[in-house]
């Protein structure tokens, strides 16, 4: 082992010397020599670039002996022999012919020069163009979806629901036309416990959207038909009939809409009521020193006649703008009058709705998001004959802000604000997040979080979270949470929950996804964990396509 | 010396070759920027340095289905959700889908958890049951118009107790089912007003049922005087071993009324006495 230590630091040495010796190697070299010699070994002057080879047999002036280890220049060879015996080499490998010397960099006046005649000459530029350019924009999406829900209760049961969703946006038709679909078949292989919302249909099919379009970027006529959720037409709902205006280059449009409006809670078309109305659409872009970068405004005037509001004039304005890269906007207001019926009819004209959304960033790593909503238009709910669920004007405000000190850390305040005007119910929370995004890479993250909550049912709640991904492929979202709730039962109340939210991509257009939630109460007029005690789980099992 | 070499050699070294100019930043001309020799159509762009990062479905989603057909992607583009996605809840919840939409699928992950950031909190059993069981409206697939009111969704189960053993209506019973029902089962519920006269959330009749002790209640109203006349003790306390343990106790009787006279339970009377002659 020594010995080959030896040889090995010997051939190194030989080598680094060999390599300042290279140039003195004179091509077509035709012997060698014995440079030193023991009692068993001899190092020879010649190596690899001379044809040496391990186990190659050496021919000496007396005697031979076998090449051991060889380097480029230098060689060992077990036998017996003299320093300055000399032995004849192997026709040497043919060899690569010399790598031809770079000339010289040209002097930068040169290059200069060059540069300056190459700009000016005249060529022809060549044009990208998309074969399938106008298809791409307008290509569309489908989503479809077979899943199967079930909830469970204890001392109630399961109720389970088998559905198929299908959602379709923008398809093309040819010719510009493009359709979208949103559609939900619902079908209940078992419904457990007190049923209130449509207990008699087992099967349920629900149409929000089935209409034709035509709508280009390069403007024009702009329309839609069909079962239409009328395009950019802030609050209004969906109807039977047709949409259609002018739209310029630049995006603006402005129409007309009018149809007959489908029920509430089956969306079954319906002749006895309808709607129509005015529609203005605009936005535009601002330059990049432009402070304001970015304009959308959105109004609408229609007359409904629904079952629940009766006949109704209504105006709905909607503005969005992004302030620099900092600040985003929204502005949403509608106001309306009754004209006369309606089970959840008001006298007057009145605000109805007010919704503002402020997003800030004044640096990159702080973030402060806070909206407002006020909905004071009193709707009964319709369930049937004889069953109105009559609710009324709510308010709800919240607040967030979120500080990223690091990329892996995260911390977060979050505040919000529920108010009943009807019956004069309220309810607050407020608390800390602690995030931590990158705990494991980006593949993983987790947070931790608390509430205190006040109001007609105050009380805590704690949670924390898992997040963990393989981008495209895999995400596991997995919780864990305790409430305590007091205020709405004879005493407190203590519930324990874990959900679980799982998505695999099976394929590049099938995903499978899997939410399971469970929870159980740690109190309350059972003990437990037992028998009697309230638990609840649900599940919910998707396979989609996404084409 | 060494400084003296580096002057030197400094002073000997070529003038460094003046930059050309920068090339300019716009899409037409560095299309190194983004597109690479592999195909013009396989774009590589870090988003993410706009400062709208691309997540879930949107890194596989056409430039071009949020920019439009404009060939400069520096124009601003609106980074609402609202600005390319339909809100088919007529704006009700603003711009922040992502509060309840994963960005992956679209697919709502708003669950009980998160309802909790209303002004309902779903506890009980309420937190397994469909959405639509109290947000009735599928057209506008709005949901805040539910009312955090009980009779608002369990006014048939109110109705249904009328001709029951405990008639809610002919008892006189409210309409806040909160103050009697805990959210996790109708079944079993407590009568907190009961222990001014009869402690029945605590001590040794804790979670006992109304018609366990009361005959009937089809005549109860709730007066607050302690005499329904319904109250049967001996049921289950039998009056030969009552007698008995009450043999130094002066006026009793075994009666139900006599029972209730002494012994409310109530917090603070000092009159628990264990129920020794319970009949089970």
């Known amino acids: 082992m020594m010995t080959r230590a030896r040889i090995a630091g010997v051939l190194l040495a030989a080598s680094m010397g060999g390599l300042a010796a290279q140039a003195e190697t004179a091509p077509g070299r035709r012997t060698g020599s014995v440079l030193y010699a023991t009692s068993s070994r001899l190092y020879l002057d010649a190596g690899s670039r001379e044809g040496l080879a391990p186990g190659q047999i050496v021919q000496l002036q007396k005697g031979t002996c076998r090449v051991e280890q060889v380097s480029a220049t230098r060689a060992t060879c077990l036998g017996t022999g003299r320093a300055g015996d000399t032995f004849g080499l192997p026709p040497p490998p043919p060899q690569s012919p010399p790598a031809s010397r770079l000339a010289p960099l040209p002097a930068p006046s040169v290059v200069e020069q060059r540069r300056s005649i190459l700009a000016s000459a005249p060529h022809p530029k060549v044009d990208f163009h998309e074969a399938s350019y106008g298809l791409e924009a307008s290509r569309g999406s489908a989503d479809v979806g077979v899943g199967h829900k079930t909830w469970w209760a204890s001392g109630i049961g399961a109720s389970r629901q088998e559905r198929v969703d299908a959602l379709i946006r923008d398809f093309p038709l040819g010719a510009g036309f493009t359709l979208d679909v949103d559609l939900s078949a619902r079908r209940w292989s078992r419904r457990a416990g007190p049923i209130s919302f449509r207990p008699d249909d087992a099967t349920q099919l629900y149409v929000w959207e089935a209409s034709i379009s035509r709508r280009t970027d390069a403007g024009g006529p702009a329309f839609s038909v069909g079962r239409v959720r009328p395009y950019r037409v802030p609050g209004q709902v969906i109807l039977d009939g047709a949409q259609a205006g002018w739209r310029t280059q630049g995006g603006t449009e402005a129409g007309i809409f009018g149809g007959v409006v489908p029920d509430a809670v089956t969306l079954a078309p319906s002749l006895d009521h309808g709607t129509f109305g005015a529609y203005w659409i605009g936005q535009h872009s601002y330059a990049g020193d432009s402070s304001l970068r970015f304009l959308r405004h959105e109004a609408r005037i229609a007359f409904i006649n629904t079952a629940d509001l009766g006949q109704r004039l209504e105006g709905e304005a909607l503005l969005e703008a992004r302030v620099t890269r900092q600040v985003d906007l929204a502005f949403d207001v509608r106001g309306g009058g009754t004209l006369s019926g309606g089970v959840g009819s008001s006298d007057g004209a009145s605000l109805e709705a007010l919704r503002v959304d402020v997003s800030v960033r004044p640096l990159d790593s702080l973030s402060l998001i806070s909206s407002f909503r006020y909905d004071g238009l009193s709707v009964p709910e319709l369930d049937g004959p004889g069953r109105v669920l009559a609710s009324g004007a709510v308010r709800h405000a919240d607040f967030s802000a ?45 947070s931790a979080g608390y509430f205190r909550e006040d109001g007609w049912a105050p009380g805590s709640s704690a949670w924390l979270q898992l997040l963990t991904r393989s981008r495209g492929v895999f995400q596991l979202l997995a919780r864990v949470s305790w409430f305590r709730t007091t205020g709405i039962a004879p005493g407190d109340l203590d519930e324990l929950g874990a959900s679980a939210a799982i998505q695999a991509q099976l394929g590049r257009y099938v995903a499978l996804r899997l939410s399971v939630f469970g929870r159980t109460t740690l109190n309350g007029q059972t003990t437990p964990f037992g028998a009697a005690t309230g638990q609840v789980a649900f599940a919910d099992l998707e396979l989609a396509g996404t084409f | 010396m060494s400084v003296l070499l580096l002057l030197i050699a400094a002073a000997a070294a070529p003038a460094p070759t003046p930059r050309s100019p920068a090339v300019r930043a716009s899409m037409d001309t560095r299309c190194e920027g983004c597109h690479s020799v592999d195909g013009w159509r396989r774009v590589t762009f870090d988003h993410s340095k706009t400062g709208f990062p691309l997540e879930g479905r949107h890194i596989t989603t056409s430039c071009r289905a949020c920019h439009g057909s404009s060939q400069d992607f520096t124009e601003p583009v609106a980074t609402s959700c609202a600005a390319c996605h339909r809100d088919v809840h007529l704006g009700e919840f603003g711009n922040r889908c992502s509060s309840c939409h994963d960005p992956s699928s679209w697919a709502t992950r708003f669950g009980p958890d998160a309802h909790r950031l209303t002004n309902f909190p779903l506890t009980g059993r309420h937190a397994a049951i469909p959405c639509e069981e109290c947000h009735l409206n599928q057209r506008d697939r709005r949901f805040t118009r539910s009312t955090v009111d009980c009779l608002t969704c369990h006014q048939q189960d109110y109705a249904r107790t009328v001709g029951t053993a405990i008639d809610h209506l002919r008892a006189g019973f409210g309409t806040d089912c909160k103050s009697c029902h805990f959210p996790t089962r109708f079944k079993g519920a407590t009568f907190p007003a009961h222990n001014v006269c009869f402690q029945i959330t605590g001590g040794p009749h804790a979670g006992i049922s109304c018609l366990d002790c009361h005959s009937s209640l089809a005549s109860f109203t709730p007066t607050g005087t302690c005499t329904t006349n319904t109250a049967d003790c001996m049921r289950c306390h039998a009056c030969s071993k009552e007698t008995v343990s009450h043999a130094n106790v002066g006026g009793f009787q075994c009666a139900n009324r006599k029972c209730y006279e002494c012994h409310s339970f109530t917090p603070g009377t000092g009159l628990g006495p264990s129920p020794a002659g319970v009949r089970r």
Not at chain 1, 429 to 440: A, F, H, K, N
């Open chain 1, 402 to 446: 979120a500080w990223e000190p690091m990329d892996a850390l995260r911390l977060s305040v979050l505040s919000g604000l529920s108010s009943d005007l009807q019956s004069h119910t309220s309810r607050r929370w407020i608390g800390p997040e602690i995030g931590l995004p990158r705990l494991l890479g980006d593949s993983t993250g987790l």
